[in-house]
């Protein structure tokens, strides 16, 4: 959970963008949008696979 009290004397748009990166930081926006729509447990596996194909494959040629 995001917590933000206003600062004294701190205006709305410093505090509207204080807020956003505490959002950004706690990684809420990135879980709204892996929540919006429902995904098969075998996407989820498969995506999560490529991905972990992908760095494997960029480890390789950063050792080279």
Known sequence: ???LRLR???SIQDAVRR???LVEHA???KE???REHYEKPSD???RSRRR???RARLA???GL
């Open 1 to 3: 959970m995001v917590k």
């Open 8 to 10: 004294e004397n701190e």
């Open 19 to 21: 807020f956003r990166k």
């Open 27 to 29: 990684g809420i926006k």
């Open 32 to 34: 709204m949008r892996r």
């Open 44 to 46: 989820s596996r498969r």
């Open 52 to 54: 972990a194909e992908r």
């Open 60 to 62: 390789r040629l950063a």
